[in-house]
């Protein structure tokens, strides 16, 4: 009987064993799936140059049918796309957001080359972000390069060797063993797949349209239903209900659906009562009140930014109007402190190598010229009692010497050196 037992025993604990290793199998399998399909989704975005880069218009579509994209903000699609629970962010949110989702931060990889990386994996550095697709490449999106919705360029959002960014971490998925991802190509992937699994890019409403081209009407809100007919490129219908990106119309007695990224919206539905009723107040008064009433909706609007010194959390293109149908002057990399003259609405107006223009707010932190760390003098300075010029000279702090400054207060830093404690005049030095 104790023979029969221990034999139990054992093969108890060999099947529970077996149980463990299938389990983690199957738990591995089903990450690399969904790491896979991160990639292919990417991919796929990044050989439809339909697609383009942009940070004022981030997850919407263009006219031409494709979705405008920033590096974080692919990043955040692909993955949840893959079904990956992460909110849409940043590059100053990735570390909180996809640590919820099950990633794992790693900043102790040697980065001048891929040979640490696994495909999937997340290159992270303040202000960029890129997705590593195996095979020494990284897909991500970069600068609008044109001005222009779409990828023009073929550089916008593209496939490229593995370079060094100064990355300073990785986002990796799971275990840190290598996952048996398959291998991602360059092939071109149906754009319907691409897109169909982006919905939340999407933001119609009911209204009259007009089509930018031959658009094909169909018997159901995608594109795998049957074509009911070809409604012509300047034709004018009205939605009556939205779908994702298809709009629910009746043209020549015919009932279907219409993708609304081939249409322009002429004038939208009134929805309630109490808008109409606004309306009517709103003609009632006068001119001048009209007027004054726009005057302040522009303040408001306005009053979110303000003029001084702005940090740039990502990539920013100097425009030279404040908006994006303005021409590209030169792109601006993360980090680069700017001094705001003009605000108007989202956008700020800087000078910038000696070009003068328009930056999109919107991924800047507000900061002072000024900021605490390690500063070299750049010429001979005086360590002074307190934060003025007239303030009495504790010590002479020669050419070339290196500071901590542990707090700002307009031009000045708060010091020590050789044992004293006071402040510098930060125009006569250096940062780290």
């Known amino acids: 009987m104790k023979a029969i037992r221990s034999l139990f025993i054992k093969m108890f604990v060999c099947l529970f064993a077996i149980s463990l290793v299938n389990g983690a199998m199957m738990t591995k399998a089903l990450a690399a799936a969904k790491v896979s399909t991160a990639i ?13 880069y942009s940070q004022s218009k981030r997850n919407k579509s263009n006219k031409l049918g494709g979705v ?8 955040y699609a692909a993955y949840r796309a893959a079904g990956f629970s992460v909110s849409m962010g940043c590059t100053a949110t990735m570390k909180s957001d996809f640590k919820k989702a099950g990633f794992t931060y790693i900043s102790n990889l040697n980065l001048s080359s891929s040979s640490q990386l696994q495909k999937g994996d997340i290159l992270w550095r303040s202000g960029h972000t890129e997705i590593y697709i195996g095979s020494n490449q990284l897909c991500g999106a970069h600068l609008d390069y044109d001005g222009k919705v779409g990828d023009g360029s073929g550089k916008e959002i593209n496939i490229k060797t593995y370079y060094d960014n100064k990355w300073s971490g990785i986002f990796r998925y799971g275990s840190t063993s290598t996952p048996t991802t398959t291998e991602a190509t360059n092939t071109k992937t149906t754009t319907t797949t691409a897109k169909s699994t982006n919905s939340e890019s999407y933001n119609f409403s009911t209204g009259t349209y007009k089509t930018t081209g031959d658009v094909n009407m ?13 409604v012509s490129k300047g034709t004018k219908f009205t939605v009556t209900s939205v779908s994702g990106r298809f709009g629910k119309t009746t043209i020549s007695g015919k009932t279907g659906y219409v993708s609304l990224l081939y249409a322009d919206l ?9 808008a109409t009723a606004t309306k009517a107040t709103t003609s009632n008064s006068t001119t001048s009140s009209s007027t004054s009433s726009s ?34 002057l030169v792109a601006i990399n993360p980090g680069t402190k700017v001094y705001v003259t003009e605000v108007s ?16 707010l919107t991924y800047s932190s507000k900061t002072t010229k000024y900021s605490t760390g390690t500063w070299k003098t750049s010429k001979k300075t005086y360590l002074r009692k307190s934060n003025s010029s007239s303030s009495k000279s504790l010590k002479t702090i020669k050419k070339g010497v290196k500071v901590k400054v542990t707090k700002v207060s307009g031009n000045w830093g708060k010091a020590s050196y050789s044992g004293k404690t006071g402040w510098i005049y930060l125009p006569s030095t250096n940062a780290k």
């Open 218 to 230: 169909r018997s159901a809100a995608n594109t795998t239903s049957s074509v009911l007919k070809v």
């Open 68 to 75: 405008e994209y920033d590096c974080s903000a692919l990043v």
């Open 295 to 328: 005057s302040s909706s522009t303040k408001a609007k306005a009053s979110k930014y303000s003029t001084g010194y702005y940090k740039l959390n990502d990539e920013m293109n100097l425009r030279t109007g404040p908006s994006t149908k303005y021409k590209l």
């Open 266 to 274: 002429v004038s939208a539905t009134k929805t309630t009562a109490t």
């Open 345 to 360: 609405g989202n956008w700020g107006k800087i000078t910038y190598k000696s070009k003068t223009g328009w930056i999109a």
């Open 40 to 52: 292919n989704w990417a991919v796929a975005v990044a050989n439809d140059d339909r697609n383009g």
